[in-house]
């Protein structure tokens, strides 16, 4: 397993301890409650980096795709009218 979702499921596990524990509808206290989870999103184990940094690559459809929606444009722009007629 990626270390990503490792760390994303020991965030999840942590959060539902303290929902256990403290949650208002448990018969927790509200404040505790959201204190103990603030404390939790602001630990800097939570954030976890990406090994790599991420990168998105067009694919050759996706670029035939754009210069064909291109040269309809310019089509489209010689030859619309521009001319209007009055009945």
Known sequence: MSPVRDADRARTAARRAVARRLHPD??????????????????????PVPAAPVTFRRTRWSRARSGLRRQRRRWLARHRSSRYTEL
């Open 26 to 47: 448990m018969g927790g206290d509200t404040a505790a409650y959201l204190d103990a989870l603030a404390a939790l999103d602001a630990a800097p184990a939570w954030r």
